[in-house]
């Protein structure tokens, strides 16, 4: 939320369930300086609920509703209730679906739809804690140490996310950008860890553009903008779906043996709605 370019991020931790040891996971969008701005830099959540409860922080002001009723929601469904039964569309809702509910060990944190704090399992943490969502709200001023030398140094930092070529590269076809290069140096797995070739070209970000309607947009402050939304044909309707970011092209793509973009799309939706890490879930299938 200050004057630093791309610096909207917030970091979950805990013990993670996958591996049992320290376990940190991050996600961006709208949600970190939502949280900044209803006036805690972290949110320290201790103990277990008796039943399913969401927490609200709303300019400073904390309490602890009930969530039974929507207790077994998918992310989104859960993102819509909060804001209606709190009767306001500018909450920030960071939530679980079914995957924490039911301590998938690979569960994801979903904020702003399709922003997630995949990685460690920390979802089914909050899954434990019967934490089926938090939701923020705030406009409170951002307090600064040095705010003349935090403008000069967000200034220089920002020509210089401006300047590379790679930044063109991820404001035009997002972090699908990264599929072909990554496989020419052998960096991008397929067939289960098996191979490092395939027939890249089909998964591009170019190649998802010339597919479907791709719509861009960024995390709050970010001056790159990497961050993509599809229309989408799923069960007859048009749907608008997340990315897919290139992890999970990469998981659900050649790690699979998958080549095309349609049952990439639909898995990374899918998983979204569950609250489940792409990646993972991705390896685990190519397994």
């Known amino acids: 939320g200050t004057m630093t370019p791309s610096s909207s991020r917030y970091c979950v931790t805990g013990i993670s369930p996958l591996t049992g040891i320290w376990g940190e996971s991050t996600s961006g969008g709208?949600?970190?300086i939502a949280l900044k701005?209803?006036?805690?830099?972290?949110?320290?959540v201790t103990g277990e609920a008796d039943k399913p409860k969401f927490i609200v922080i709303d300019n400073g002001k904390i309490e602890i509703n009930d969530a039974d009723s929507i207790w077994g929601k998918n992310t989104r469904e859960t993102i819509t209730s909060v804001r209606?039964?709190?009767?306001?569309?500018?909450?920030r809702v960071a939530c679980i679906g079914k995957g924490g509910e039911n301590l998938v060990k690979y569960a994801a944190i979903i904020n702003d739809e399709g922003r997630a704090a995949g990685r460690c399992g920390l979802g089914a943490v909050m899954g434990k804690k019967k934490l089926k969502a938090i939701a923020i709200k705030g406009n409170q001023p951002i307090e600064y140490f040095d705010k003349e030398e935090l403008r000069i140094?967000?200034?220089d930092t920002l020509g210089k996310i401006l300047i590379p070529f790679a930044t063109n590269l991820f404001a035009h076809y997002g972090t699908l950008i990264y599929t072909d290069m990554g496989m020419v140096i052998g960096d991008v797995p397929a067939n289960y860890f098996t191979s490092t070739e395939f027939i890249a070209e089909n998964l591009t970000g170019r190649a998802l553009k010339e597919q479907?309607?791709?719509l861009k947009y960024a995390c709050s402050g970010c001056a790159i903008g990497c961050g993509r939304?599809?229309?989408f044909e799923m069960d007859g309707k048009?749907?608008?779906?997340?990315?897919?970011e290139y992890e999970t092209a990469a998981a659900f793509g050649p790690m699979c043996g998958v080549l095309n973009f349609e049952p990439i799309i639909k898995a990374n939706h899918m998983c979204n709605l569950d609250g489940v890490d792409?990646?993972?879930s991705g390896v685990s299938i190519s397994f």
């Open 30 to 32: 709208f949600f970190p």
């Open 37 to 44: 701005k209803c006036g805690y830099d972290a949110i320290v």
């Open 84 to 91: 209606a039964l709190l009767n306001d569309e500018k909450f």
């Open 153 to 155: 140094q967000g200034k």
């Open 212 to 214: 479907y309607v791709v």
């Open 229 to 231: 939304k599809t229309l």
């Open 238 to 244: 048009e749907i608008e779906v997340d990315g897919p």
């Open 278 to 280: 792409t990646i993972s």
